[in-house]
């Protein structure tokens, strides 16, 4: 397994070093030992109180009057002492750190989800450690977990399949909650995705109103679950509608994918729409068919998922199923601290609404 990968996102909120000495103890240096910075002793004889007031005010209790605050903290900084945080930390056992595991950052939808849950993490007062896992096995995930406690998270949230956390075998320290992204944990733990298959009914039922007479799909791999969501909504949507059902076809989420099985697709003239899983295979089916001659929207309609900044920019100007990947991580951040704060986990799914989004790559049958 990969080292983890400290992203520190605000400046009250750096992870903690338990390694080294406490500020105000005496540390070797070249040539001898250098002077110990100011203790909280120091600033209690300074200040004329107990170190147990001097610890109440670092640590922002109540119960000290203003004038002895002020005092307090005029000594403070009087002798540069700053508390350490990571002392109080293990004392408090919150350590104000959110451990994420992952396998990828290849993907848009784990980069957007990460930036969204260092983006809520650091507003609301927390670094984030990165775990990766260097391949997706029970092994390597577990090992992850495992590493937990010597990195002092107070949770974890986890973007990968959710069928790699056997309970059976998982420990956690037991101060440490868990939120999966964009899987089907059923009732073991908190979840935050997309609303996959709502956002593939909008994409279906869109190419349907076209008057399409069906749609294809361009699916991600089958042991992606937000590709399996997406499949079998798109299946659902044109059974529903007493549409047929085409051959389901698979990339693996790259351009190069989409390219591949778009050179297929060109050669079907019964091939009039598809709803590509997500917009990089969109773009590579782009490109098969446009070196095919067949040309969208006017021979063939595609639509993507995702709605990445650059999806307005294809040529044409690609048709495309919006995530909303700031609010996964938000509420990521806000259910894992919810469960810190309460002492206790949570269970159950919320789900993300996403929007299509209409551009040039759609048209009339």
């Known amino acids: 397994m990969a080292e983890p990968w ?14 080294g000495p406490e500020r105000g103890s005496t540390t070797a240096s070249q040539g001898g030992r250098r002077p110990r910075g100011a203790s909280m002793a120091d600033v209690a004889r300074v200040a004329g109180v107990s170190s147990q007031t001097v610890s109440r005010v670092s640590n922002g209790f109540s119960g000290v009057n203003e004038e002895t605050r002020e005092r307090v903290l005029a000594a403070m900084k009087e002798l540069d002492y700053r508390p350490n945080s990571a002392a109080r930390a293990l004392k408090r056992g919150k350590f104000h ?3 994420v595991i992952t396998f990828t950052l290849s ?3 784990n980069v957007r989800t990460l930036e969204g849950i260092a983006t809520a993490a650091a507003q609301a007062g927390y670094a984030v450690t990165l775990l990766p896992v260097a391949v997706p096995t029970q092994d390597e995930v577990h090992g992850a977990f495992s590493r937990l406690g010597e990195l002092a998270v107070d949770a974890v949230i986890v973007i990968m399949e959710v069928h790699l956390l056997d309970s059976s075998r998982l420990t956690l320290p037991p101060h440490v909650q868990v939120v999966v992204v964009d899987s089907d944990a059923g009732d ?9 298959a709502g956002g593939t009914r909008d994409a279906v039922r869109h190419l349907l109103g076209l008057g399409h007479e069906t749609v294809w799909h361009l699916a991600g791999p089958s042991s992606s679950f937000a590709a399996q969501r997406r499949a079998d909504a798109w299946r659902t949507a044109l059974e529903e509608a007493g549409r047929a059902v085409p051959p389901l076809m698979r990339g693996d989420w790259s351009a190069e994918s989409g390219y591949r099985v778009g050179l297929e697709l060109a050669e079907r003239p019964d091939c009039k729409a598809v709803f590509a899983a997500n917009d990089q ?3 590579g089916l782009l490109r098969a068919l446009h070196e095919r001659g067949r040309r969208v929207p006017e021979d063939v309609s595609v639509i993507g998922f995702d709605d990445i900044p650059e999806s307005g920019s294809f ?3 690609l048709t495309t199923v919006h995530q909303d990947f700031a609010e996964v991580g938000r509420l990521c951040v806000e259910s894992a601290l919810r469960q810190v704060r309460r002492g206790a986990a949570e269970r159950g799914t919320t789900l993300v609404p996403t929007r299509l989004v209409v551009r040039e790559s759609t048209g009339p049958a």
Not at 6 to 19: G, K
């Open 6 to 19: 400290r992203l520190t996102t605000t400046q009250e909120a750096a992870v903690p070093d338990t390694s």
């Open 97 to 99: 750190t959110i451990g």
């Open 107 to 109: 993907t848009t939808g």
């Open 188 to 196: 073991r733990f908190t979840v935050v995705d997309t609303d996959q």
């Open 281 to 283: 295979m969109a773009l």
């Open 315 to 317: 040529l044409p100007p």
